[in-house]
């Protein structure tokens, strides 16, 4: 009597003639179990190798992935770490302060990334972000001068610590443009050259003060900067406090100046001659 050839996995490959474990497949899917048996066209059990490969493929791809991803895009910075970075550091910065909710901020931001990754493994230029909804960041971007979202600005030598506006275009092209057009090497201690004669004088200067001298010099000018924010808030807070009581004393008054207006008004109209036709 005939027997019907048993179909061929597609998993299994044939080989020479010996008894062999094999993988029987379910009709509802991939149930595997062990079994032995004479078949006249004896297989190999390939399906564990395959698996082995695909899955070394796919955490190659997922550390490759990684690499990338902590690679990508520009430097957050917070208060903790601005300074360092970006007055610092030596380096001219191209920073962008954002929150995470504006609209603007998220249509810029694959330019903006792309930007930090052209310049990663610059040692001269540092793109960054700063997230000023972030509580570490808060008061910073109130000392930078952060008004909107985003606020993009720039740092180099030749700029106030608070830094200089950008207001240029904010696609990939532009702002790569202006990159290397303004954010190269400056006047500074490690770029002598870059610099003038007074430049290069008062470097001189501070250049032979101690560390310690060079701190104390730092922590003056920091304290006068503080103390010019405080001004500005009590002159804020006093303008507001002013703008209110104007507003409720015009608010007050404007019904009781209609009220005069009305009745003076009325007043003209009783005096006038009564005109008679003739």
């Not at 504006?102 to 990663?120: F, N, P, V």
């Not at 701190?215 to 010019?228: P, R």
Request: charged letters at 25%; aromatic letters at 8%; hydrophobic letters at 35%.
């Amino acid at each position: 009597r005939s027997r019907r050839p048993r179909r061929r996995g597609f998993w299994e490959a044939p080989t020479g003639g010996h008894r062999n474990p094999r993988c029987v497949e379910s009709t509802r899917g991939f149930f595997f179990r062990l079994a032995t048996t004479k078949v006249t066209t004896p297989r190999t059990f390939l399906f564990p190798h395959v698996s082995l490969l695909m899955k070394l493929h796919f955490v190659a791809i997922s550390l490759a992935g990684l690499v990338l991803g902590a690679q990508a895009g520009a430097v957050d910075l917070t208060a903790n770490t601005f300074d360092s970075e970006v007055l610092e550091s030596g380096k001219a910065a191209f920073v962008k302060f954002f929150a995470p909710w504006c609209g603007h901020c998220k249509s810029m931001a694959g330019a903006w990334d792309k930007l930090g990754d052209e310049y990663a493994s610059s040692n001269t230029v540092v793109i960054a972000d700063v997230d000023c909804t972030n509580e570490l960041s808060k008061e910073l971007c109130q000392k930078i001068g952060v008004r909107g979202y985003p606020t993009i600005k720039y740092f180099t030598g030749e700029t106030a610590a608070t830094g200089d506006a950008y207001s240029g275009g904010r696609d990939y092209d532009a702002l790569s443009a202006w990159a290397k057009d303004n954010l190269g090497p400056s006047c500074g201690p490690e770029n002598m050259d870059l610099c003038d004669h007074m430049q290069k004088a008062a470097i001189e200067a501070k250049q032979k003060l101690s560390e310690t001298q060079l701190d104390a010099e730092i922590e003056a000018v920091e304290a006068e900067i503080k103390d010019a924010d405080a001004t500005l808030k009590v002159m804020q807070s006093t303008y507001e406090e002013g703008k209110k009581t104007r507003d409720d004393t015009v608010a007050a008054k404007n019904a009781y100046i209609t009220l005069l207006r009305s009745v003076k008004r009325a007043k003209a109209a009783e005096t006038e001659p009564t005109k008679t036709e003739l």
